[in-house]
């Protein structure tokens, strides 16, 4: 039968008619603490949904990602529940909407990036790819990393321990224990002052990114400038309401701040701030 779980509780439990099995059972909603999940069933024991998590329409791209049997084989189904494109992936992701694109894993191990019919647009021929920002792929070859385009062809070359996407036309990167940032031609364009990892990407609306020195965390703009000290325990960007929220310690601080202007403090509390990731 089909469960509903919310949680570690089971919810919900019935059991489809053959007729409804055999045919494409319908989608149900269920609400969580963390948002709207979808569970979707089709056939008898042929078709196990996966990799959906907290996503609204589980249909990206007019395609969602499922699996045969225990998980051996991954493919992607229409809404009508049709296959459209064969179970043949060793491992494979949704489909991403920005890009009309999803990264696949085939038997040999290696990654490769295809489009909504099943074809590569980028060949399986690497150790990882990552989601592209700005037309522009991270990937790894012999345990470096470097940027693709959708097409495939090498922008950056594989040469660095880490990179994360572009942003505002920068991209993190890490290599000999130090990180900073590059711009799509391989150009150092903040220096790599920051920690090992210790490089965020820039967030679009607020236009700053998170940095670490010597394990402490603040923020920088676009132009390398540090507008909030690395002086911080913990941070967290708040692109809704404009504002950067640190702790130093068991004291809390609430940054306003704007792209145009260099904010100031708000608000200070001192007392347990709950842990906070960015």
């Given at each position: ?126 150790q ?23 097409n ?10 880490n ?9 993190p990167?890490?290599?000999d224990?130090k ?59 708040k ?40």
């Amino acid at each position: 039968g089909l469960m509903f779980r919310k949680g570690d509780k089971i919810c919900k439990r019935f059991f489809p008619s053959k007729e409804v099995r055999d045919k494409l059972c319908t989608f149900y909603w269920m609400k969580c603490e963390r948002g709207r999940r979808a569970l979707y069933y089709f056939g008898v024991h042929k078709y196990y949904i996966s990799d959906n998590g907290d996503r609204t329409d589980p249909f990206p791209c007019g395609l969602m990602l499922a699996y045969k049997g225990n998980g051996e084989k991954y493919g992607y189904i229409n809404k009508e529940g049709n296959t459209v494109i064969p179970y043949k992936f060793k491992k494979a992701s949704n489909f991403i909407p920005e890009s009309n694109r999803a990264i696949v894993v085939d038997w040999n191990g290696l990654v490769g990036v295809i489009d909504t019919k099943g074809n590569y647009v980028i060949q399986p021929k690497y150790q990882s790819i990552l989601p592209s920002n700005e037309n522009l792929w991270p990937y790894q070859e012999r345990f470096r990393w470097g940027f693709l385009d959708d097409n495939g062809n090498i922008v950056i070359p594989a040469q660095y321990n880490n990179v994360s996407k572009f942003s505002l036309g920068l991209a993190p990167f890490s290599k000999d224990k130090k990180s900073g940032y590059i711009e799509r031609h391989n150009n150092v364009v903040i220096p790599a002052i920051f920690d090992f990892n210790g490089a965020w990407p820039f967030l679009q609306k607020m236009q700053v990114a998170v940095v670490k020195i010597e394990g402490k965390f603040g923020a920088i703009d676009k132009n390398g400038k540090i507008v909030v000290p690395t002086e911080y325990d913990e941070i967290q960007v708040k692109e809704d309401t404009n504002s950067i929220i640190v702790k130093k310690g068991k004291e809390q601080k609430v940054i306003k701040y704007s792209p145009a202007t260099v904010g100031k403090s708000t608000t200070e509390e001192k007392n347990n701030f709950p842990n906070f990731t960015h």
